[in-house]
């Protein structure tokens, strides 16, 4: 048995007895089945080049959310935590035609260089969230600058593109100093987001989809986060309400582009 499927397995089982770990367990399954199988966990060949990042033209450096008149949002998700957790993501994203936008660690890129092939060759988009996730505000101009290269190098190196997005660490919001060190960087704009899912605090599945659907509308950026079984749980029902009200999940370039 190999390393990802042993992961797998491991999450599957970790996921709980109950009609909610269930609904996680089989997800994870889901996730972990894609991943082992997919054309990118066989192919040695390199990855696809991913798109480079895009000035748009009459929007701030800093960008909370898209155009409000179209019936379009964007899922983006942090990209850190267990592999199999994000398989699963990734997987029921794509069953349901969804397009998500991973703004990805470099520690973790480190430690899982094949989710960056994975994520490409979903149709998602895949961005920088620095090297180590650390409180990047708090830094001093080279300690920070090192934290959004750092992470460009390895995207760099394993997909041919420093990413399409720069999303600052532990902050909704990018400090000016933070904007300036991005645009040096490579980045026009800073990705932030208007719709906060609080994932991260472990809520249960149904909380997550009551604080995002409560707040989503045309043009939303929600903030999600891989590593978390009660985001894969959630995505189900949220794609669900997507669907009903008629919204399309979307890369943030494709969000952005008239």
């Known amino acids: 048995m190999g390393r990802v499927t042993q992961t797998c397995r491991r999450s599957v089982l970790r996921a709980g007895a109950g009609a909610a770990g269930a609904a996680v367990a089989g997800a ?27 000035r748009f033209a009459g929007l701030p450096v800093q960008i909370t959310h898209g155009p409000r008149d179209r019936p379009r949002v964007a899922l983006t998700f942090h990209g850190q935590g267990d592999p199999a957790t994000a398989r699963a993501v990734l997987a029921e994203a794509e069953r349901r035609g969804a397009r998500v936008t991973v703004l990805a660690v470099g520690a973790w890129l480190d430690a899982h260089p094949a989710l960056a092939r994975r994520i490409l060759d979903g149709g998602h988009e895949l961005g920088n969230h620095t090297q180590r996730h650390l409180a990047i505000s708090a830094m001093g101009e080279r300690e920070a ?11 760099r190196r394993l997909t041919g593109s420093i990413g399409t997005w720069f999303r600052p660490s532990r902050s909704q919001y990018a400090t000016p100093l933070v904007q300036r060190l991005a645009r040096r960087a490579g980045y026009p704009h800073v990705l932030s987001y208007d719709v906060d ?62």
């Open 28 to 54: 994870l399954a889901t996730g972990c089945n894609a991943g082992s199988g997919s054309p990118a966990a066989a192919s040695s060949a390199p990855p696809r080049p991913a798109p480079a990042p895009h």
């Open 145 to 155: 600058y090192t934290e959004i290269t750092g992470c460009a190098d390895r995207l």
């Open 197 to 258: 899912s609080l994932d991260f605090t472990s809520p249960g599945a149904p909380a997550v989809t009551r604080t995002v659907t409560g707040e989503i509308r045309n043009g939303s950026v929600v903030s999600l986060h891989f590593g978390y079984a009660d985001t894969v749980a959630a995505l189900p029902a949220l794609l669900d309400e997507l669907d009903r009200r008629g919204l399309r999940a979307v890369t943030t370039t494709e969000l952005l582009t008239r």
